[in-house]
């Protein structure tokens, strides 16, 4: 059963994809209207609107169609695998590790010179003399 749907699928997948390509797009009417795409067409100068259209709209609701028979056959076999309505997992609890008993090593205060080192700048610009 589920083998029918899947070439009845994808049939009416690639009927849909010609069907769309073959038909003239909106902006080519302005140009069959003057009558240069006329003699070129498939069907005609009136043009392929209604069959094709009427066409496209049936394999288009095939094709829903057997996308909804496919997940109807796929949540089946789902529920005889066991695979839905399965419980939750149980929530896991995950340590913590304790804070160190230990204090931590204070900064030690910085210092200021007066006179920088040898190869320092100074901070600020010393006052012309």
Not at 6 to 25: E, K, N, R
Not at 37 to 62: D, P, Y
Not at 80 to 100: F, H, K, R, S, T
């Amino acid at each position: 059963m589920e083998t029918l749907i899947i070439v009845f699928h994808v049939l009416a997948a690639i009927c849909v994809i010609s069907l769309v390509l073959i038909q003239q797009g909106k902006g080519a009417d302005m140009g069959a209207s003057f009558g240069s795409g006329a003699s070129q067409t498939l069907f005609g100068s009136r043009g392929s609107g209604n069959a094709l259209t009427r066409a496209t709209a049936i394999l288009a609701t095939i094709f829903f169609a057997t996308s909804l028979a496919l997940s109807v056959v796929a949540r089946h076999h789902a529920e005889n695998a066991g695979l839905v309505d399965m419980p939750a997992p149980a929530a896991m609890e995950i340590p913590v590790a304790p804070a160190p008993t230990k204090p931590v090593d204070e900064v030690p205060s910085v210092e200021h010179n007066s006179a920088p080192a040898a190869g320092e700048v100074p901070s600020t610009p010393a006052a012309p003399q």
